[in-house]
């Protein structure tokens, strides 16, 4: 498939997805929500991917919606908005959910402008790695909407709930500074991208299986019972046991830990 609005780059299971309408500061239009759900569902399928890099191109993640290109016509909003059943997923929420159903890390690089949509997409990532200057804000309020792409899911997770009400409500544009003290982004920093493929080199030694595993527990069980997540920590656990990647891990860590102390990789 030939991508317009996104970029996309595989360096040996390492992939780049790009958001690329920097004329617009990366607007979504309806392509552009069209190309990430189609990358995004790709990307599930293929077994070599390690992890992702989440990013915008020319210097901002995203300024948010196109209004003048989807808001404008009752059809593409429609086909926006459109699903069988209410607890499905439509187009809009499914460029932010997805990145949550990947069986590998995906890490959001933020700079310059994170609005709206573009928020919302990138909280659909593991990790948020900021510049010190990116300004973020969650705006749909300012058009007398509510925040409607999935985020709140994983705004729920990352805040506490009057500080997700308050962003949510008032629509204020937040510094990088102020988004990491309430829980928005993970971590700064003044080289975002190199940080993010720092970041993977960690993450990479590990066991794939066991990364999937963690994603996938974490997830589900974040808001659910104790015995849900009891049950799936046992399930998933005697599934990495029986595993291949489980004998690879262990050969690894029996090797790190012949290693001089200092030679050792921390992850943080």
Not at 101 to 124: A, D
Not at 142 to 163: C, F, H, N, T
């Amino acid at each position: 498939m030939e991508w317009h609005r996104i970029n996309v780059e595989d360096n040996n299971g390492i992939v780049t997805v790009s958001l690329n309408r920097p004329d617009k500061m990366n607007a979504l239009d309806m392509k552009m929500f069209q190309e990430l759900d189609a990358i995004s569902k790709r990307l599930r399928k293929q077994k070599h991917i390690r992890a992702v890099i989440l990013r915008g191109e020319g210097g901002n993640f995203s300024s948010g919606l196109d209004i003048k290109s989807v808001a404008t016509s009752k059809s593409k909003a429609i086909s926006l908005l459109a699903k069988w059943l209410p607890g499905n997923a439509n187009l809009a929420q499914r460029v932010s959910r997805n990145w949550r159903k990947l069986p590998f890390p995906v890490i959001g690089v933020i700079e310059g402008r994170c609005y709206g949509g573009g928020m919302q997409i990138v909280l659909g990532a593991d990790f948020r790695i900021a510049e010190p200057d990116a300004e973020l804000s969650i705006m749909e309020v300012r058009w007398g909407l509510v925040p409607d792409m999935a985020g709140l899911m994983s705004l729920r997770e990352v805040v506490a709930k009057d500080i997700a009400m308050r962003l949510t409500m008032t629509g204020e544009i937040v510094t990088a500074s102020q988004a990491l003290s309430c829980g928005l982004v993970t971590e700064l920093s003044h080289q975002p991208m190199e940080r993010a493929k720092e970041l993977v080199g960690q993450l990479a030694q590990a066991s794939p299986d066991a990364l999937a595993a963690i994603k996938l527990t974490t997830n589900r069980c974040w808001h659910g019972s104790e015995r849900f997540l009891l049950a799936h920590e046992t399930f998933s656990q005697l599934r990495l046991l029986l595993g291949r990647n489980f004998t690879i891990a262990g050969r690894r860590q029996r090797k790190q830990e012949d290693l001089p102390y200092r030679s050792r990789q921390s992850f943080w």
